[in-house]
């Protein structure tokens, strides 16, 4: 149906209007077909030509659309759409699903109703994102909705005035939760914001429904109220600038996010009642009307609630994984050769681990006990690691990936600030390389020596010749899954990266060092420099430490589930896989074949390169998810470090000779 044929209908119903006819005419629009935008733009130029050049069919859908919203209690509209109701993140979750499942019955009453019946797809709001926003600002201009609010619908704007009050009071009582007061506070004040916000609102209203006169005279307490709004954003910011002081909890991102939302929509509703020209008023009502249909679309989507939600945790979780990473980098050639030193270390520990390991198989214990003493070998070595200082390379790239995103994040576009970015790329590459290296260079020969050790102490070897061609096959790149194998080791790498930054949070949030240093029965046995220290400790290391027990976990429990599921589920770790490839050649009279020598070699080389690429993978997606970092400034930086690469592509493996340094 034509455009002009729609909007004679309109004008010729009476009173009693139907939501029909509007339904018909975005329809016609073609705004519902996500791969029409270019159709749908010209379209709705279409419709917007027709309204200017036939003023009379533009005053009748003008009168129709009052009507049709005057129909409908519009007020949760303005205070509920696309906010986060108050029952907090799990509960929301657990709505969210039940009614994915089984949807709620629809209050034919609200202005939500409406809304879901002109624009019921999933993708409507994306499609009406991608029409040029001009486009949407010639639209409205032509229907002439009046920016004078004494004109509308008095039931219209008694809901606007009544959602101002409800919304100033929701945020008065958001901002003095117990969770926000005890990180700011400064707040629980008369004097705070969140109250003065609520008092000048309050005054605004009362005022215009006294008089409406007061619209003309009434731009100071606009202001004013403005001035309040950018106050609790900053209260807002506060919390978000001092995460390393205060930490994060998953209650208090919510209360942090329904914080910016209402404060976000009565900004929105006061720039609708107090519009003065009908630029500023249509810019405001189409940024609105996108808002509610986007809230519609997604209303039961589980998805966009984590993400709402859990960027913020995931941001403070890898920023503490990014002050960890600092440590992993090598500017020149002392901390590169004390990064092998360390990394030496490190490969010395898990051939011990190993040891033991083969112990505990010895013992023939049911899988779940063989799963549990492996997991409990697996994390006290990798802690040891930990204590004495040394370095396991394939959990580096958990921590680097943050503070590269952290760099990304600081980077303005300039030939300077990306260069930056790069060396630093180029320095935690090296670190990783020559961490890796070291940890294998020692594993091998010192798993081979302690095989060779028990045998001349036993007079037999540590594994039988059978148990040792068994070890040397699971290593083999095709004939077995090892190489899948690695890519689930690089997920638990990450996966332990992120519970560091977690509980580093927690000891944060939880003020545990603090509490430490006030317990009463500690205090009484423990100096206060001693305690001191403890705690000091304890908000260092208590991230890493749980990082590496929870990857001692994975690590031990990963192949008992994969036989208990009958699921392909492994971990193939390169130092690991080094040590039993050292362990397993002691144990072989005469050694293996030179072409299987260098299969598993290679598999090996590929096994490390998966972990790493994997682990860092995931963990810079995280990161720069957590950032919202600027696409365009991704590919530029990749294009930088591929220019870099081809220029000086011995830095990402070596540093600079040290007349550059």
């Known amino acids: ?9 309109i004008k010729s119903e009476g009173d009693n209007v139907q939501p029909s006819h509007l339904i018909t005419l975005v329809n016609e629009t073609g705004i519902h077909s996500a791969n029409k935008k270019k159709q749908a733009e010209n379209k709705i130029r279409e419709l917007t030509s027709l309204l200017n050049n036939q003023p009379a069919l533009a005053l009748a859908l003008r009168s129709y659309l009052i009507r049709l919203f005057g129909q409908y209690d519009a007020l949760t509209l303005y205070t509920d759409a696309g906010i986060l109701p108050g029952h907090g993140f799990f509960s929301e979750a657990y709505k969210r699903i039940k009614y994915k499942i089984l949807p709620p019955l629809q209050n034919t009453l609200h202005a939500q109703y409406l809304i879901r019946l002109v624009f019921p797809n999933n993708r409507d709001y994306q499609n009406i994102a991608n029409i040029d926003e001009a486009a949407w600002a010639h639209l409205l201009n032509a229907i002439g909705i009046n920016t004078d609010v004494l004109k509308w619908d008095p039931k219209n704007l008694n809901s606007l005035l009544n959602s101002l009050m409800v919304l100033s009071q929701r945020i008065t009582a958001i901002g003095l939760e117990p969770e926000v007061v005890d990180k700011l506070p400064e707040i ?5 914001p969140f109250f003065g916000l609520y008092r000048e609102v309050q005054h605004y209203v009362d005022s ?38 205060y930490g994060i909890s998953i209650h208090l991102a919510f209360l942090m996010l329904r914080l910016e939302q209402h404060v976000k929509r009565l900004t929105t509703i006061l720039k609708l009642i107090q519009a003065k020209d009908t630029v500023s008023f249509n810019s405001t009502l189409f940024g609105f009307i996108y808002e509610v249909v986007h809230a519609e679309n997604k209303k039961y989507s589980v998805t966009k609630h984590l993400n709402d939600n859990l960027s913020l945790i995931a941001y403070k979780i890898t920023e503490h994984t990014s002050r ?36 505990a198989h010895h013992l023939d214990l049911a899988p779940f006990g063989e799963a549990f003493m492996y997991s409990m070998i697996y994390a006290s070595g990798f802690i040891a690691i ?14 680097t990936a943050n ?19 790069v060396k630093l790329i180029a320095e935690i590459s090296r670190a990783q390389f020559i961490s890796l290296a070291g940890n294998i260079i020692v594993v091998l020969p010192a798993a081979y020596l302690l095989g060779w050790g028990y045998f001349y102490i036993k007079g037999e070897n540590l594994i039988s010749v059978t148990e040792a061609h068994d070890m040397i096959l699971k290593l083999h790149p095709w004939h077995t899954g090892s190489l899948f194998y690695a890519a689930i080791a690089g997920v638990f790498l990450m996966s332990s990266g992120l519970i560091a930054g977690y509980y580093d949070n927690k000891v944060v949030y939880g003020r545990i060092p603090e509490r430490i240093q006030q317990h009463p029965f500690l205090k009484k046995i423990i100096s206060a420099k001693r305690l001191q220290k403890i705690s000091g400790y304890l908000k260092n290391n208590t991230g890493l430490l749980f990082g590496n027990f929870f990857l001692g976990i994975f690590l031990g429990t990963a192949p008992l589930l994969g036989k208990f599921f009958g699921l392909p589920i492994d971990v193939r770790h390169v130092t ?17 074949p030179s072409d299987l020598l260098i299969i598993i070699s290679i598999s090996i080389l590929l096994m490390g390169l998966i972990n790493l690429f994997v682990s860092f993978g995931l963990a810079i997606y995280v990161a720069v998810r957590s950032r919202s970092l600027n696409v365009s400034l991704m590919k530029s930086l990749r294009s930088a470090i591929a220019l870099y690469f081809r220029t000086s592509p011995a830095q990402f493996f070596m540093p600079p000779s040290r007349d550059k340094t």
């Open 208 to 245: 215009f429904k006294q008089d409406t006169a007061y619209i003309g005279v009434n731009e100071v307490d606009y202001q004013q109220i403005l001035v309040m709004c950018t106050q609790c954003r900053e209260s807002i910011n506060e919390l978000h600038k001092h995460k390393d002081k």
């Open 1 to 9: 149906m034509a455009f002009n044929e729609i909007l004679e209908l």
């Open 576 to 592: 690991l896989s080094t040590g039993n490839f050292g362990l397993a050649l002691q144990c072989i009279p005469g050694g293996i």
């Open 386 to 399: 930990h204590l004495l200082h040394f370095t396991l390379a394939t959990k580096q790239p958990a921590m």
């Open 403 to 421: 503070t590269i995103a952290a760099s990304i994040d600081e980077t303005e576009k300039t030939d300077k600030q990306m260069l930056k970015t």
């Open 324 to 359: 960890v990473g600092e440590h992993y980098r090598s500017v020149n050639f002392s901390e590169y050769y004390s990064m092998l030193r360390s990394a030496m270390g490190g490969g010395l520990i898990v051939a011990i681990i190993l040891l033991f390991k083969v112990f």
């Open 188 to 192: 629980d004040d008369l004097n705070s």
